[in-house]
């Protein structure tokens, strides 16, 4: 059974930095990324990796935010820098199995950016 787990969210000022977490279980996973939804609004990409280490960013993040994955530990890191309000948003854990392609998700954690 598949498990998408997130940690790491919480409340910060702009300026600061947190970094998200996102173990997944039960399978092996071809890319792996982060989405956000604000209220109002619809899910958008953040920010991928590929197990080789191919890394999308969405404009918005970019030079900001840095993804990274630990492939022998299922995992990937989403490192942000310089926060800003309009990054507050729901951050959601993306995992896609390597052979069906299904697309597996975490719970969800809260990023709140304070002006």
């Known amino acids: 059974q598949v498990q998408v787990v997130e940690s790491g969210g919480g409340l910060v000022q702009a300026g600061g930095s947190l970094r998200l977490s996102c173990a997944a279980s039960g399978s092996i996973f071809a890319a792996m990324g982060w989405y956000r939804q604000a209220p109002g609004k619809e899910r958008e990409l953040v920010a991928s990796i590929t197990t080789g280490g191919r890394s999308n960013y969405a404009d918005a993040v970019k030079g900001r935010f840095t993804v990274s994955r630990d492939n022998a530990k299922n995992t990937v890191y989403l490192q942000m820098n310089s926060l800003k309000p309009e990054d507050t948003a729901i951050y959601y854990c993306?995992?896609?199995?390597?052979?069906?392609?299904?697309?597996?998700w975490g719970q969800g954690t809260q990023v709140t950016v304070s002006s």
């Open positions: 993306n995992a896609r199995h390597w052979l069906t392609l299904d697309d597996y």
